[in-house]
């Protein structure tokens, strides 16, 4: 069996988060959804659990980060072209991410942007060929 990757992440409101990532694309698994959670699929192996914040301090005796102030983490996923990370970067923008930096070195092309709650997300293509 593969390794699954869940990423969990404090979000203010659980029905603004899921309105944000469908407008990208995204679909939420039902059996893991309730008022305080929810499970994005991302892919075959990889979720991203969007937990209503109090209900994700729950899982951690440390304080939880607040995303629009510190960066926690840099969720980065591959896209299949750069046509597909502009794509991507696109439909984020038109449903209210806030663009944070680009990379073009060649053989590599990202873009990041923020999502409502501050997390920040990184979208890259990358040709394996062209690395030396």
Known sequence: MA??????????????????????????????????????????DIY??????????????????????????IIALTAESRAAVDAQMQKALAAGAKELKSMDQGFMYQRSFEDPDGHQWELFWMDPAAIK
Do not use: H, W
């Open 48 to 73: 991203a659990m969007l937990l209503v914040r109090d209900f994700f301090k729950t899982f951690t005796t440390k304080e939880v980060a607040d995303a629009t102030k510190v960066t926690e983490a």
């Open 3 to 44: 390794t699954k990757i869940f990423i969990n992440l404090p979000v203010q409101s659980l029905d603004r988060a899921v309105g944000f990532f469908t407008k990208l694309g995204y679909t939420f698994n039902p059996q893991f959804t309730d008022a305080n959670a929810t499970c994005m699929i991302i892919s075959e």
